[in-house]
């Protein structure tokens, strides 16, 4: 197919145009993407943009064109409407999602929100966290970070750590070795702690565990210390910050 060089090169100058103009008339949340609802209509955009930029004739280049504004407008009707109307926020922009209470992960709503154990312990790493028994409050937010508020004990400790430096001899200091997620046992890492699986499944069977499988997460630092959470536990009801 023969590209019409100079009706491409103009088609993309007014659509890079055409684009500023409405970003900016969205506002900057939209440069941000601070939500799903954003996200998606930056995604919409972009689309609807290369098909003007993909366009053969001046006819699919204004269609697009006008499909490019409508988009925005309505875009922005929604922004106005949510403004207004609290039900609607929730169902365009979702709503934070506690996952971590008094360090116990609800695995409810872990479910809900298809975050597995091993995607919120790298979450929690992420902030500087090894261990979600330090958390009071972990609560995934709808654009999809994670804030944390740690235990008043965890914040002690780090205001010490902090006046004092790190000592690494205490009890509970340093990284969590995960030897078990989701009733797998992880051997390489299992290996690399110099300790073997009866003496994970003895310890897993002093909470409560009758076996492996029956492990949620399991994790021991060096000094031994370990976190075990059982699939069995009974769940703990949902927490909304919004109720």
């Known amino acids: 197919m023969h590209v019409h060089w100079l ?10 145009a055409l684009l500023l103009v409405l970003v900016r008339w969205i506002g900057s949340t939209q440069l941000t993407q ?18 003007m930029i993909d366009a053969d004739n001046t006819s699919d280049f204004f269609a697009n064109s006008y499909a490019l ?14 403004l207004k109307s609290r039900r609607f926020r929730r169902v365009t922009n979702g709503e934070p999602i506690v996952l971590i209470h ?34 009071e409050f972990g609560i995934l937010e709808p654009t999809g970070n994670l804030s944390i508020l740690p235990t008043p004990e965890s914040q002690s400790a780090s205001k ?11 009890k509970g200091q340093g990284p969590y070795v995960e030897l078990i997620v989701d009733g797998e046992l992880d051997r390489d890492k299992l290996s690399s ?4 699986e009866a003496w994970v499944a003895a310890r897993a069977k002093s909470y409560g565990a009758k076996g492996i499988e029956d492990v949620l997460y399991f994790a ?19 927490i909304n910050l919004l109720n």
């Open 220 to 238: 021991v630092n060096k000094e031994g210390e370990v976190i075990v959470d059982l699939k069995k536990d009974k769940e703990q009801g949902d």
């Open 69 to 82: 504004i409508v988009f925005t407008a309505s875009t922005i009707v929604a922004a106005f409407v949510a």
């Open 7 to 16: 009706f491409l090169t103009i088609s993309t100058i007014l659509t890079f």
């Open 102 to 135: 008094k360090g116990d992960i609800l695995r409810e709503n872990l479910r809900k929100t298809k975050i597995n154990v091993d995607v919120l312990m790298m979450m929690l790493r992420e902030k500087g966290y090894f261990a979600y028994s330090d958390i």
């Open 160 to 170: 010490l750590d902090l006046a004092e430096g790190p000592d690494l001899s205490d």
């Open 193 to 196: 702690t110099h300790r073997d």
């Open 34 to 51: 601070l939500t799903f609802f954003n996200w998606v209509a930056g995604a919409s955009m972009g689309n609807i943009a290369a098909n």
